[in-house]
T-cell receptor, first 114, second 111 residues
Framework: SQTIHQWPATLVQPVGSPLSLECTVE??????LYWYRQAAGRGLQLLFY??????ISSEVPQNLSASRPQDRQFILSSKKLLLSDSGFYLC?????????????FGQGTRLTVV | KQEVTQIPAALSVPEGENLVLNCSFT??????LQWFRQDPGKGLTSLLL?????REQTSGRLNASLDKSSGRSTLYIAASQPGDSATYLC??????????FGAGTRLFVKA
């Protein structure tokens, strides 16, 4: 069966520090991968998605970047965090080859920038 | 531009009550609609997936309907329990790779 791992679960970082959040998927090949951010009391905002190794699409201009160095690994990064980067970050995957597919989510990372 | 709206934003009901959560979307060109549950501080758990050609899906006490032409979906929860307390999110998959989410309905079931 497929599983998705996301870590760390919580993170407190000072303003200006770098960030690296990692997401890995097991049990499937060539998935679509996604990073979302959820602000308190609001819906999910799509940040990045990837349809293959090295292929990254950015949805909103921001202080973050994403990379996909391996088929089932998706990394969210920042060189210098801002206070506004605080939030709940969720990684997700879906099967790429079919349109009518479910999205599956990791357990999320609570990032607090202080 | 596809937008997803969920009503109500929050709901409190006594245990045992049947309830309906509503989701509406502005563009009927979707591949599927998915309902998720999110517990506080946790990730999303997929509850039901309705493909664009389907009208409803059922899982246990949950039933989700889809009326694509009117841009509406409902999630029906029968005989609610305190363990059903969570935020319920509706999401649609338009053509492309994205999934568009509503802001969710926060449900509290009182014992």
């Amino acid at each position: 069966s497929q599983t998705i791992h996301q870590w760390p679960a919580t993170l407190v970082q000072p303003v200006g520090s770098p960030l690296s959040l990692e997401c890995t998927v097991e049990g499937t090949s060539n998935p679509n991968l996604y990073w979302y951010r959820q602000a308190a009391g609001r819906g999910l905002q799509l940040l990045f998605y990837s349809v293959g190794i090295g292929q990254i699409s950015s949805e909103v201009p921001q202080n973050l970047s994403a990379s996909r160095p391996q088929d089932r690994q998706f990394i969210l990064s920042s060189k210098k965090l801002l206070l506004s980067d605080s939030g709940f970050y969720l990684c997700a995957w879906s099967v790429q080859s079919l349109r009518n597919t479910e999205a599956f989510f990791g357990q999320g990372t609570r990032l607090t920038v202080v | 531009k596809q937008e997803v709206t969920q009503i109500p934003a929050a709901l409190s009901v006594p245990e045992g009550e049947n309830l309906v959560l509503n989701c509406s979307f502005t563009d009927s060109a979707i591949y599927n609609l998915q309902w998720f549950r999110q517990d506080p501080g946790k990730g999303l758990t997929s509850l039901l997936l309705i493909q664009s050609s389907q009208r409803e899906q059922t899982s246990g006490r949950l039933n989700a309907s889809l009326d694509k032409s009117s841009g509406r979906s409902t999630l029906y929860i029968a005989a609610s329990q305190p363990g059903d307390s969570a935020t319920y999110l509706c999401a649609v998959r338009p053509p492309g790779f994205k999934t568009i989410f509503g802001a969710g309905t926060r449900l509290f079931v009182k014992a």
